[in-house]
Nanobody, 118 residues
Framework: VQLQASGGGLVQAGDSLRLSCAAS????????MGWFRQAPGKQRGFVAS????????SYSYSVKGRFTISRDNAKNTVYLQMDSLKPEDTAVYFC????????????WGQGTQVTVSS
């Protein structure tokens, strides 16, 4: 399985950005997908996740209400719509994939940089 994240960039506070993560290999719809982020000097942290069918989602407290995770199983792609961006959202964003809801993430993408200026 390979994951390719894209869509990062430099934006201003209050702007929106949509990240994409394309998967190749495996049966995409049978995997949970997640987004994580890592800011400079900080540990990688959970942002959002979505079940294989797309019916179940979860968000970290810091992004709930501003970010939306979705997926298109026909395109083997998961998205992260980020609205009302804040400077503290600046980080490298990673997508990841796992089989079980309560399991560890098995596959990781390479990351895409998101920078939010004030």
């Amino acid at each position: 399985v390979q994951l390719q994240a894209s869509g990062g960039g430099l934006v201003q506070a209050g702007d929106s950005l949509r990240l994409s993560c394309a998967a190749s290999g495996g049966t995409f719809s049978s995997y949970w997908m997640g987004w994580f982020r890592q800011a400079p000097g900080k540990q990688r942290g959970f942002v959002a996740s979505i079940s294989g069918s797309g019916t179940s989602t979860s968000y970290s407290y810091s992004v709930k209400g501003r970010f939306t995770i979705s997926r298109d199983n026909a395109k083997n792609t998961v998205y992260l719509q980020m609205d009302s961006l804040k400077p503290e959202d600046t980080a490298v964003y990673f997508c990841a994939m796992k089989k079980a809801a309560n399991g560890n993430y098995d596959f990781w993408g390479q990351g895409t940089q998101v920078t939010v200026s004030s």
